[in-house]
Structures are given as C-alpha cells and as structure tokens.
C-alpha cells in the first residue's frame, strides 16, 4: 500500500478553535501532513469533548473523531502565564487557527495585529459566523440560524412552504471549514512567496451564498425570488424528486438531461402524453409518483440496473458506509484507538493520495503537549 503524501509536512498550526467548522478545518490539514496543536481549556477541554456518546472517561466520539492525529495544550487563557507561552511559540507557527466571537483574541493579547508583530509571516485564520465586522458581527448563532439568514434554508421549503430541517452541517463545514482551508492553504503560498501572512476573515454566512448561485442568478436576471418547492431542484420538477415505493423504500431519481428523461420515462412506461414535461408539469409528476408507488424498490433498481437515468435507492448512513463502491475505494478501512473502542475516521475530504488508509492516530489526551511545548524554546 502506497504511503499517503504529506504535502504539509513541517507547517505547525495553533488550533484555538472548538466544536466543527475549525476543528475538521485543522483534521484536514493535520491528514495533509501538519503538525497541530489544539491549545484547550485545562481541567475540561473544550466543549465536543463533553458530548455524548462518550468513547472514553472525558471524551465523547465527535471530539475523538475532530481531532485525530492532533496535539492537545491546556492552558488558562486568562493567565499571563499562558499569553506568554503563546508568544513565545507564535515565532515556529505557521497557521493559527480561531473560532472565537470578534474582539475576544485582541483582549486576550493574542489578536492578529499582536501576533503578526512577532511572526509577520503568521496565516492568522478566524472563522465566525458573521465576520469581523458588521451588524450582526457578535449575533449568537448556529448552522440552522445561518442557513436561514441566507435564504438558503428557504430554498428547501416545501410546496407550503415550510422550511425543512437540513440532515447536515452545510454552513458550519460547507461554508465554514472548506472555505477556511481553502484560504489557508492560499495564504500559506502566498507568505513562501514574500514573507507576508494574511489576516483570513472566514464568515459562514458570506460563504453560503455560493451554495445558492444558481438562485441568485435567477435574480441577476430578473426573475423572482425561487418559489417554495417549485424550482428545478427544489421540487417544481418530475425531473429531480424523491419518490416513494410500493415497500416504503425512496428512490432519488434525477434524469435533469433529456437523454436521461427519456430513459427514466422508457422504464417506467410513462405513458406518451406525459412526457413532455413542459406541457404540464403537476400532471407528470402525479402520474410518476403513482408509477413509481405501485412496485417494490428492489424491483425499480432492477428495472434501472445498467441504464443511464440518474436512479438510486435513498440509504442510510449504516447502508451506505457498506456500500461496495465505498469499501473498495477505502474509505471506511481505517481503524483509531479511542480508549477501550477502536473507531472507523471520519473520510476526510481530501484527494485519497493525502488520506492515511489505515487511520491510527489517535485523539490527544487533554494537555498531552504540555511538557513537551510549555518549554519549547
């Protein structure tokens, strides 16, 4: 088996970041070869630590599977012994990382203008949910606020209207720690090139838009706001739907080209009329619910087995991670020590020349770094 590349290797990064976004930010770049220290409070650590279910004593299995392959410093930020420390590592650091409301790092001493003073080559990242600046700059907030702020969760909405709860974090790891390695990794390059690091102002609500371009554009044109449930991919479509069973099974159909649609239309027998999709919309949906309602999901799958239509069965996570393709790509091969547990990682999301496929390291222990770090010189 071919040893995964460390492009990273020899890059040092202070995490000072908690919970999701920043900490599978620094998992990332931790995978890719870096050497991460997660600065934590002492005596608890940080807040995933406490989450259940727990895989150890003190750790629950979010934080166990965050911070892989990490180092752990616990020191009492209020302290000027531990400003001190800080600084005096900041000169061998090459990224830090932060996940704290703004203003907080400046009036501990540790803000961008103070550090860079010492390392002008730092790449000093925060990662908030608003930004630095602005009127919502300090609004308490989590991943369904931003969403909804966005008018990303609106696209969602129903054909009543009603906003759907979204099964995963897009703001906190779509907008919020894939931008922030992203801009990172730019401004690492961009400090070997002239000596100058970067202040990175990473906010999860700018960052969602991207995630609704193609709303957007409907606007840059003119046209209305998207109408609940009725957009091409948001349900106002035959062509992008969910669609339930005979067995109570769902199969993700999304024949979006015509050359899609037609076969899609061809196994299921649509009748002609119906076809053309444009003509009336509701009425071809109604007919391919009714369709697609009358046989089993095993029956579907084989009907669709071998022709291009854009069908597959609607699994669960369990189902998934079992799914051959995803075993024979690797991804759920690997095996962490978590105590008396032994952990599947979490894939990371990265090109597989830079995942490790065996996936042994395992989560820091609070402090674990203390003695080696708080006399570094």
């Excluded at 409070?41 to 989450?51: A, V």
């Excluded at 969910?242 to 024949?255: I, K, N, S």
């Amino acid at each position: 088996m071919t040893a995964p590349r460390k492009p990273l290797a020899g890059v040092r990064v202070l995490d000072f970041s908690t919970l999701l976004p920043g900490p599978m930010a620094t998992l990332i770049l931790a995978e890719a070869g870096a050497e991460v220290i997660k600065v934590e409070r002492p005596g608890t650590g940080e807040d995933m630590r406490q989450y259940p279910p727990m895989v150890t004593e003190d750790s629950g299995v979010n934080f166990a599977l965050l911070n892989r392959g990490k180092r752990s410093l616990a020191l009492d930020l209020k302290e000027n012994k531990s400003i001190f420390v800080i600084n005096r590592l900041i000169a061998n650091v090459d990224v830090l990382v932060e996940q704290f409301r703004p203003g907080v790092m400046d009036r501990l001493g540790l803000g961008w203008e103070a550090l860079s003073a010492i390392n002008p080559a730092l790449v000093y990242c925060s990662i908030t949910g608003w930004g630095q600046d602005g009127p919502k700059a300090l609004l308490a907030a989590h991943d369904l606020n931003y969403m909804a702020e966005t008018g990303v969760l609106n696209l969602g909405a129903d054909r009543a209207g009603d906003p759907v709860l979204p099964p995963v974090l897009v703001a906190d790891i779509g907008a919020g720690t894939f931008p922030s390695v992203v801009s990172i990794l730019l401004a690492l390059r961009e400090a070997e090139r002239t000596g100058v690091g970067a202040h990175l102002d990473v906010a999860m609500g700018d960052n969602l838009f991207a995630w609704a371009y193609w709303a957007l554009g409907e606007r840059a044109v003119g046209r209305p706001d998207p109408r609940p449930g009725g957009e091409l991919v948001t349900g106002g479509s035959p062509r992008y739907q969910v669609y339930r069973c005979a067995d109570g099974r769902w199969l993700a159909c999304a024949p979006l080209e015509q050359k899609f649609w037609v076969n899609f239309c061809r196994v299921i027998d649509l009748p002609e009329p119906l076809r053309d999709d444009t003509a009336d919309p509701t009425a071809t949906l109604a007919a391919v619910r009714r369709i697609i309602a009358s046989r089993p999901s095993a029956e579907w799958l084989a009907a669709f087995d071998g022709v291009d239509a854009c069908v597959t069965l609607v699994k669960s996570i369990g189902e998934a991670a079992n799914d051959p393709h995803f075993q024979a790509r690797g991804l759920f091969r690997g095996a962490m020590p978590a105590g008396d547990a032994v952990l599947t990682p979490v894939p990371p999301p990265i090109a597989p020349i830079y995942r490790d496929p065996e996936g042994g390291q395992g989560f820091p222990a609070l402090g674990d770094a203390n003695d080696d770090l708080i006399g570094e010189q």
